[in-house]
Nanobody, 114 residues
Framework: QVQFVESGGGSVQAGGSLTLSCATS????????FAWYRQSPGKQRESVAN???????TYDDSVKGRFTISRDNAKNTVYLQMNSLKAEDTGVYLC????????WGQGTQVTVSS
């Protein structure tokens, strides 16, 4: 059973940092690409960062230069380092395959106050 379990969210002031983790299970981690998504109030869920099976990252323009996606194949875990946080980064962060084809976890809430 494919599972994604996100953690590491919290409340921070603008300019602060957080590191999110996504623990996965139920499939062969090292052969897959992954994405972090953000669900903000009143907006559609959007992908903010992807990482390929080979570790190549890509980012949405809204987070480029501030967020870093990484993976640990030994721990079956994907990370999202978020720096210089802005109020517009507020939302629930979830991870999944890039097509969003896996089962969605509950996500982790990130709240940035200005």
């Amino acid at each position: 059973q494919v599972q994604f379990v996100e953690s590491g969210g919290g409340s921070v002031q603008a300019g602060g940092s957080l590191t999110l983790s996504c623990a996965t299970s139920g499939f062969s981690f090292r052969f897959n690409s992954f994405a972090w998504y953000r669900q903000s109030p009143g907006k559609q869920r959007e992908s903010v960062a992807n990482i390929s099976a080979g570790g190549i990252p890509t980012y949405d323009d809204s987070v480029k230069g501030r967020f870093t996606i990484s993976r640990d194949n030994a721990k079956n875990t994907v990370y999202l380092q978020m720096n210089s946080l802005k109020a517009e980064d507020t939302g629930v962060y979830l991870c999944n395959f890039p097509a969003g084809s896996g089962s969605w976890g509950q996500g982790t809430q990130v709240t940035v106050s200005s």
